[in-house]
């Protein structure tokens, strides 16, 4: 479980901001929404594969500049 104290004299707001960036970083909310559903493994494994192919594409097209 994610965790912020508050510093002393910090506004909320920003303790809010440092958290928001934490549970970002660590993907906390990209992984409660991936198992929001289940997926079998054939359409995961489609997944990964086109996020693979997009991600190899983005790198053939930049490789010259």
Excluded: C, Q
């Excluded at 910090?10 to 991936?34: F, M, N, Q, S, Y």
């Excluded at 079998?40 to 693979?52: D, G, H, L, T, W």
């Excluded at 991600?55 to 053939?60: D, K, T, V």
């Amino acid at each position: 479980m994610t965790e912020i104290r508050l510093k002393k004299g910090e506004p909320v707001e920003r303790a809010l901001r440092r958290l928001k960036k934490r549970v970002d970083r660590e993907g906390t909310l990209k992984t409660i929404r991936a198992n929001r559903h289940y997926e079998k493994p054939s359409a995961k494994r489609r997944r990964k594969e086109k996020v693979a192919r997009f991600s190899a594409m983005l790198a053939a097209r930049y490789a010259d500049a």
